[in-house]
């Protein structure tokens, strides 16, 4: 089969089409700019054309596409006038994942980390899984993907509401918050059901996190469970100092022994419970578990160290945080691994529609911080009018006495920078905010 990819250099669909390609088929696409996926599948031999446009076309079996691609894309539209099936993303790792013995991990937050986890955990362990990451991480042979003779272990992204159909041999999910409800009837009613329904399509192993509330109501106990407060494995003695955290895992309150993480917050520990929990019920032993995730690198943006001004005192980190729950999470966890040090953020608002829907919850979460600079926004396809911008996060802000400015460019987030001492500068935000983290550490760090 010959695939044509329109996208194909987003970090879910350039793992796709390089699964495709390792399973035997003819893979290339198109991406609307030379990103970083874009140049790395051209390194590996694909073909892919920049821009979107009829001239791209090369006689393909099936279009992939995911939901940012509107039906007016030339090659869309080329597509239904050939009559070659065009199908959404999710749809093509539908079908891969009933093919193969299959372990998803999906929820609102967490799902990449607890991918990444998972996989080191695997391969340590000899199982030799492909893997399908929506984050680059070292362990992984091509950074988001990785070919293996052993189980399909896949990040199923639940934003659009299509990992419901989905039917897996295993499934892990780490939680449900209201994000992307615009994509649910802008019902929180509506995004639980599909976690059901996805959840009754699991044939086997079935983990989920049973302090959260929503799928505690939905599961109830008939799974596996993992918590702090509640589940068959927990949390218990939690303590961090500079650069490491440890707790102790109970499983039915048998102790599985102490595990260390080199990871900071709550929020992680939580992600290597999920890990933890599923290895051992797939029969990998507790010490092989507690080895890998000690030698764990965190995925590219989840707290990733950008540089250091030693003059200064200035640690630059670069985050993927983009919902409140996130944010807060984030900011707690820098407190965590930098107890003497001044936290400030750096913050890009991601999307219109998530600014309106969480309406003041930045600036609640943000609070948590020393100081923050509010990056223009992002607007992630939402190019319509809006009567709202990053300027509501920015007047929250000034309510709650948080010290704040506004960077409308990336020079204005220099000029902040200027002036920090003795601070750990978290860049946050799901949009091009992590180029002005990048851009930062050359200008002030000694690079990683």
Request: charged letters at 25%; a negative charge.
């Amino acid at each position: 089969m010959r695939y044509h990819f329109v996208g194909i250099g987003g970090i879910g669909m350039s793992s796709l089409a390089m699964h495709l390609r390792a399973e035997g088929h003819e893979v290339y696409g198109s991406n609307n700019e030379l990103n970083e996926r874009s140049n790395f599948l051209r390194s590996k031999g694909f073909c892919v054309y920049i821009g979107h446009s009829s001239s791209n076309w090369d006689n393909p079996d099936i279009l992939v596409r995911t939901t940012a691609v509107k039906e007016d894309n030339p090659e869309v539209q080329k597509a239904v006038k050939c009559g070659v099936p065009v199908v959404y993303r999710m749809e093509a790792l539908k079908r891969i994942t009933m093919q193969h013995d299959s372990i998803c991990v999906t929820g609102t937050d967490g799902k990449t980390t607890t991918t990444a986890m998972l996989s080191k955990i695997l391969i340590d362990a000899g199982r030799d899984p492909s893997v399908l990451l929506g984050g680059i991480n070292t362990s992984l042979e091509f950074g988001n993907y990785r070919r293996g003779s052993g189980p399909l272990l896949t990040e199923l992204d639940e934003s659009d509401g299509f990992f419901a159909s989905v039917k897996c041999n295993h499934a892990v999910i780490t939680n449900v918050r209201n994000d992307h409800l615009e994509h649910y009837s802008n019902k929180s009613e509506s995004l639980r059901d599909h976690f059901w329904h996805f959840g009754n399509n699991v044939s086997g192993l079935l983990v989920y996190n049973s302090d959260d509330p929503v799928l505690s109501s939905i599961f109830n106990g008939s799974c596996i469970s993992f918590g702090r407060e509640s589940g068959l494995y927990k949390i218990t003695g939690r303590r961090h100092s500079a650069a490491v955290q440890e707790f102790e895992v109970l499983y039915k309150n048998h102790s599985l022994g102490n595990y260390v993480l080199r990871t900071p917050g709550e929020f992680n520990a939580y992600n290597a419970l999920a890990a933890i929990a599923t290895s051992v019920e797939l029969g990998i032993d507790p010490d092989s578990v507690r080895e890998s995730l000690l030698q764990f690198s965190p995925v590219d943006r989840r707290f990733s160290f950008r540089g250091k001004n030693d003059l200064r005192n200035l640690d630059l980190i670069d985050d993927y945080a983009h919902t409140p729950d996130e944010i807060a999470y984030t900011i707690s966890g820098a407190r965590e691994f930098f107890p003497d040090k001044k936290i400030v953020a750096v913050f890009q608002p991601h999307r219109y529609s998530r600014l309106v829907r969480e309406n003041g919850k930045f600036a609640a979460s943000l609070r948590g911080a020393d100081a923050v600079c509010v990056y223009k926004l992002y607007e992630a396809y939402e190019n319509e009018p809006h009567e709202i911008d990053e300027r509501e996060v920015v007047d929250g802000l000034n309510r709650y006495g948080t010290p704040v400015v506004h960077a409308s460019n990336y020079s204005d987030i220099l000029s902040w920078l200027e002036d920090l001492r003795d601070a750990v500068v978290i860049f946050m935000g799901a949009g091009d905010i992590t180029e002005a983290s990048k851009l930062s550490a050359m200008k002030f760090c000694t690079m990683t």
